[in-house]
């Protein structure tokens, strides 16, 4: 009955005669793909010209109650906040507190990076377009279900090495982004959650969505994160994100979202009338600033997009000839994207409870709908078989790994020289110890970063991080000098969000 009042509204408002059929196509397909890629439960929603068009869940909430999916559904929608931690800034920029080239410095003395001259030089520009010369996603295990707050977080940025100069390539970075939301409070004098809620989320009407974990306790209609686990899909935990927040720790609905999208598409005017934030600061906001490329595969599979950038809490595109805006996020057990085409007064919003790539088709597939794309191209077929060449690529990696490595070799010291307390200067200590039988690893600083040690080959062992399911078995070799005796520890996880090499673990006492 609620999708049908929306298609009944949109047709109403609009006069467009196919309207009804192109929303219907999409929740056919939608309702469809959900199921072909094994996702618990998927919320989207549309808006044109500031009205909810569409809007539905598709679904589970929680596999193990079976409760299901609506548009005011809670789901974490991670980095789609940094757009948000951008329009404060410029909420600040509108007052005349601060300006985009205003150096870090100017408000965090402490800021410190890599090199001095970046340190002293870095603005508030570079902290949002992903130009730091970090590497994507360098650091993040400084956060990553942590005891640091906030700004030990940033502090500690300064051990993170460079892989390309400064200003000299794109490298997603939640870390600036962190650095950006502590600038809000500095020049605001509010909390960054209390600047977000009082000042965007409350003049949208935003009612659902909050800026921590800690705030879900008493709410109702929250879905569940999901994980792959063997055959299965599981539940897991919700994970606090309060110390990266500004950079990844909204939660809110496809409804919610959708009065976000409208405020971007109408440059600051609520749904009231009220005008929040200048046109001017949009235009800004929008503009591209750290190409990104279009490789050839994307050039092939994709032949009207000829940019691709990121400006301001904004990633951006064109496609079918007009450019489109947007953003994802990708939090334990949860995947989401917001887009929209500022031209055509469009908007939509992809909320997903599980470890998946569906948004992707997903988006692709509205656009072409209501944008007019003259192939009717079934992108979830195609992302389907691009997932599956991928898990048969990786199952053969590690089939020939396993097949490679030298199982009957033993370690060359006994089990108790590899036993103790090993120091990261920028993370902190890890323990290697015995439990029971079973040799154990605890990267300290991270509670749910205990693992199980079983030998694998030589001085090598294999890792698996048993609380937390969505990342792979890794390895941790030990390296022994010329003394006979453990020096350091390599932990190597390989997975797309987090680098464990970037930890440098010497040993500093025995068991």
């Known amino acids: 009955i609620q999708l049908f009042i929306f298609l009944l509204l949109a047709g109403s408002l609009f006069g467009q005669k196919d309207l009804d059929r192109k929303l219907r196509q999409l929740d056919k397909y939608?309702?469809?793909?959900?199921?072909?890629?094994?996702?618990?439960?998927?919320?989207?929603?549309?808006?044109?010209?500031?009205?909810?068009?569409?809007?539905?869940?598709?679904?589970?909430?929680?596999?193990?109650?079976?409760?299901?999916?609506?548009?005011?559904?809670?789901?974490?929608?991670?980095?789609?906040?940094?757009?948000?931690?951008?329009?404060?800034?410029?909420?600040?920029?509108?007052?005349?507190?601060?300006?985009?080239?205003?150096?870090?410095?100017?408000?965090?003395?402490?800021?410190?990076?890599?090199?001095?001259?970046?340190?002293?030089?870095?603005?508030?520009?570079?902290?949002?377009?992903?130009?730091?010369?970090?590497?994507?996603?360098?650091?993040?295990?400084?956060?990553?279900?942590?005891?640091?707050?906030?700004?030990?977080?940033?502090?500690?940025?300064?051990?993170?090495?460079?892989?390309?100069?400064?200003?000299?390539?794109?490298?997603?970075?939640?870390?600036?982004?962190?650095a950006a939301g502590l600038i809000i409070e500095e020049v605001s004098g509010m909390s960054w959650d209390d600047f977000i809620r009082t000042r965007i989320l409350e003049p949208l009407h935003m009612d659902r969505t909050v800026s921590s974990t800690r705030a879900l306790q008493g709410m109702d209609n929250v879905s569940a994160p999901h994980n792959d686990y063997g055959d299965s899909i599981i539940t897991i935990n919700w994970l606090n994100w309060d110390n990266i927040a500004p950079a990844g720790g909204l939660i809110s609905s496809a409804n919610d979202m959708t009065k976000w999208l409208a405020f971007q598409i109408n440059k600051g005017i609520t749904a009231d009338g009220d005008t929040l934030l200048s046109a001017r600061r949009f235009d800004e906001m929008w503009a591209a600033v750290t190409p990104q490329g279009v490789s050839s595969w994307s050039a092939e599979t994709w032949p009207s997009t000829h940019f691709k950038a990121y400006g301001l809490g904004w990633a951006m595109f064109d496609y079918l000839g007009r450019k489109v805006l947007g953003h994802g996020g990708g939090y334990d057990g949860f995947i989401s994207n917001t887009t929209f085409v500022p031209e055509e007064g469009l908007g939509m919003v992809f909320l997903t409870n599980k470890n998946s790539s569906l948004y992707y088709p997903m988006k692709f597939k509205a656009l072409d709908v209501l944008l007019g794309a003259e192939e009717d191209k079934d992108w979830s077929a195609d992302f389907l078989a691009l997932v599956a060449q991928g898990e048969e690529r990786d199952a053969k990696q590690k089939e020939k790994a396993e097949e490679e490595r030298a199982k009957e070799s033993k370690p060359t010291l006994p089990l108790e020289a590899y036993l103790g307390t090993y120091h990261c200067g920028m993370y902190g200590d890890a323990k290697v110890y015995m439990e029971g039988e079973k040799m154990m690893l605890h990267l300290e600083p991270t509670e749910i970063f205990v693992g199980s040690l079983s030998h694998w080959q030589y001085n090598t062992w294999k890792l698996v991080f048993d609380k937390v399911p969505s990342l792979p078995a890794g390895l941790v070799n030990f390296i022994i000098d010329e003394k006979g005796e453990v020096t350091e520890m390599q932990v190597d996880v390989p997975n797309p969000d987090f680098d464990f090499t970037e930890l440098k673990f010497m040993k500093t006492s025995g068991e």
């Not at 959900?34 to 539905?56: H, L, Q, R, T, Y």
């Not at 985009?100 to 965090?108: F, G, I, P, Q, S």
């Open 30 to 178: 939608y309702e469809q793909a959900v199921a072909e890629w094994k996702v618990p439960g998927m919320a989207v929603a549309i808006v044109k010209d500031g009205n909810i068009i569409f809007s539905k869940g598709y679904g589970t909430r929680n596999v193990n109650t079976g409760e299901g999916v609506d548009g005011n559904t809670l789901f974490a929608v991670a980095s789609n906040s940094k757009s948000f931690t951008a329009a404060a800034l410029a909420m600040l920029v509108d007052e005349g507190k601060l300006d985009w080239d205003d150096r870090v410095r100017d408000h965090l003395p402490w800021f410190e990076l890599y090199d001095a001259y970046v340190s002293d030089q870095f603005t508030i520009r570079d902290l949002l377009t992903h130009r730091s010369g970090l590497r994507t996603f360098s650091g993040d295990l400084l956060w990553y279900g942590t005891d640091l707050d906030r700004e030990e977080v940033v502090r500690s940025a300064r051990f993170l090495e460079p892989s390309f100069g400064f200003r000299g390539g794109y490298g997603y970075s939640n870390i600036m982004y962190l």
